[in-house]
C-alpha cells in the first residue's frame, strides 16, 4: 500500500513512520511519500526517517516530493498533517489574542478560530484535488483544528476523510490504568467535538468502572487530568473531560498564567524547532538522536501553563512517551486495508448520533471500523451543559465554514463574537482587524 503525509516535512512525521516500522503483516504500507512545501524540512524529516529504518529490513520505502499530484496519484491512504502559516503563524494567533484579553490557543477560541479561517481555504482546495487525483483514498485528517478541517474536507470527500486525534485516546488510557483495566479491553465512552468531549463511562466486562473512580478522590488525583481538574469538580460533572476543557472552565486562570508566561506556546515550539531544523542542515549531526531530544522536550512542556494553575506538577513518564495518533493512525489503516474490525474513538459525520446536531456536522466519538469505513457508535444523549458548549461551539465552526466559503469578513466577525471564550462583537471586530493585519493569507475576507 501507498501511504501519501501531506505536510511531510513536519515534526511529529516520524512518530507515524515509527508505528509503520513496527507493522510486519501482509498489505502493510510499503511506500511513505513525503510532501511538503518547505525544502529544508522536507529534507531533515527524510533525514530522521533514514536512520529509523536502519536495520528494518523490510522497512517503508520512503519518497520525498514538493509535487502535490505526484503524491497523490495512486495514494490508498493519505495522511494531512499541514500547518498553514507554520509556527509562526501559530505564535502570532495567540499574541493577536491575548493582547485583547482572549485565549489564543492553537484550537480553542480566537487562536483555533484564526488557525481555521487560515486552514480551511487550503484543507478545502487539497480535499478537491485528492478527489480528483485520488478518488479511491482514504484521508486521515490529523490538521487541527481537527473537528473543522475534516468537516470542510467532507464537503468534498463524504465519509472518505476520517479526523484522528490523541487526546481521547490518552484519557482513556490514563483512567484505565488507574482503575487497574487493560486499557485494550475497555470501553471508553466518550463524546463531543475535537477538543471538547468528555469519558462519561469506562467499562471492562460489562461493568461500568467510571463510578469507582469519580467515588475515590485518591485515585482522581492519581492521574493528569485529576490533578488538572481537581477531585470535586470532576465529581460535579460525574464525568472526566478532555484536557482541553480546562480553557473552559477555568478559562480566567489559564488566560492570566498565558499573559504572564515568558513567552507564548506557538513561540516556544517555534524557536525549538527552528534549532532543530538548523542542526539538520549539518550533515555529521545524528538526525534520530536530535529528533528525539527535541520531542522528550517538548512533550515534557505540554500544556505547562495549564498545570501550573492547577498545581498539578510535572506530567508522568507514562505521558511522554509516543503511542498517540500515529498508532490511531495505523489501527485506523489497518482496519480498512484489511477489515480488521476494530473500535477506535474518531472525528466522523454526526449522522443522527448526536440529536442536537444536524447530520453532516462532524462529531468525535467511539466508531467500529471495517472495510466500508468508520461507522459512529450510538449514544447516550448529552447532559444541558454539554449541551450548550457543543452546539455553541458547531455554531462557531459553521461560521468559520462560511467565511472560508464566501470570504465574508461579517461571518468572521460572527465566529469570533459567538465563541464562549470571546463573548464580545466589539472585541471579535478588533480580532479579525488584528488578525487579517498580521496574516496575509486571510486577505480573502473582503466581503461584507
Known amino acids: 500500500m501507498k501511504l501519501t503525509i501531506l505536510g511531510g516535512g513536519g515534526f511529529r512525521v516520524p512518530l507515524v513512520y515509527g508505528a509503520l516500522l513496527g507493522d510486519h503483516a501482509e498489505g502493510r504500507v510499503s511506500r511513505v511519500t513525503l510532501y511538503d512545501t518547505d525544502a529544508d524540512r522536507l529534507t531533515a524529516v527524510a ?27 495512486g495514494a490508498d491512504f493519505v495522511f ?14 495567540e499574541r493577536v489574542a491575548l493582547d485583547e484579553g482572549v485565549l489564543g490557543q492553537e484550537t480553542v477560541g480566537a487562536g483555533g478560530i484564526a488557525f481555521g479561517l487560515r486552514t480551511v481555504p487550503v484543507a478545502t482546495e487539497l480535499a478537491r484535488r485528492i478527489a480528483r487525483l485520488a478518488p479511491d483514498a482514504w484521508v486521515i485528517n490529523f490538521t487541527n483544528p481537527a473537528g473543522l478541517v475534516t468537516e470542510a474536507m467532507s464537503r468534498h470527500l463524504g465519509d472518505r476523510v476520517i479526523g484522528i486525534c490523541d487526546s481521547p485516546v490518552g484519557l482513556g488510557r490514563r483512567i484505565a490504568r488507574v482503575l487497574g483495566a487493560d486499557p485494550n479491553l475497555a470501553w471508553i465512552d466518550y463524546v463531543g467535538l475535537n477538543h471538547l468531549g468528555w469519558v462519561r463511562g469506562l467499562r471492562v466486562g460489562g461493568r461500568d468502572e467510571l463510578p469507582r473512580l469519580l467515588g475515590d478522590p485518591a485515585l482522581l488525583g492519581s492521574f493528569e487530568e485529576g490533578r488538572l481538574f481537581g477531585p470535586d469538580w470532576l465529581r460535579s460533572l460525574g464525568a472526566v473531560p478532555n484536557e482541553y476543557l480546562h480553557y473552559y472552565y477555568f478559562n480566567r486562570e489559564a488566560v492570566r498564567a498565558y499573559r504572564e508566561a515568558e513567552q507564548t506556546r506557538g513561540a516556544f515550539l517555534r524557536e525549538q524547532q527552528e534549532g532543530f531544523y538548523a542542526r539538520m542542515k549539518d550533515p555529521d549531526a545524528p538526525a534520530l538522536a536530535t529528533w528525539d531530544r527535541t ?3 517538548r512533550e ?28 490511531v493512525a495505523l489501527a485506523l489503516m489497518r482496519a480498512v486495508a484489511r477489515d480488521e474490525r476494530t ?42 451543559h454539554a449541551v450548550g458548549l457543543v452546539t455553541a ?29 470571546v463573548d464580545s462583537v466589539s472585541v471579535a471586530r478588533r480580532l479579525v482587524e488584528g488578525y487579517t493585519r498580521v496574516h496575509p493569507g486571510l486577505a480573502y475576507l473582503d466581503r461584507p
Open 47 to 73: 533525514r530522521v526517517l533514514r536512520e529509523q529504518a536502519g536495520g528494518v529490513a523490510d522497512a517503508p520505502e520512503t519518497v520525498a516530493t514538493d509535487d502535490l499530484d505526484e503524491a497523490l496519484r
Open 80 to 93: 494531512s498533517a499541514i500547518r498553514v502559516g507554520g509556527l509562526e503563524g501559530r505564535a502570532a494567533d
Open 393 to 421: 461551539v458547531k455554531g462557531v465552526e459553521r461560521a468559520v465554514l462560511d467565511a472560508a466559503g464566501t470570504g465574508s469578513r461579517g461571518a468572521a466577525v460572527r465566529a469570533f463574537a459567538l465563541h464562549p471564550l
Open 343 to 384: 473500535t477506535l474513538i474518531l472525528n466522523v459525520r454526526n449522522r443522527g448520533t448526536l440529536s442536537v446536531l444536524d447530520a453532516d456536522a462532524v462529531i468525535e466519538v467511539p466508531c467500529l471500523v471495517d472495510a466500508n469505513g468508520a461507522h459512529p457508535v450510538a449514544v447516550d444523549p448529552l447532559p444541558y
Open 300 to 327: 515534557a512542556t505540554y500544556m505547562s501553563e495549564n498545570r501550573d494553575v492547577a498545581g498539578a506538577g510535572e506530567r508522568e513518564a507514562s505521558d511522554l512517551g509516543s503511542g498517540g495518533y500515529e498508532q
Open 295 to 297: 520531542r522528550a522536550e
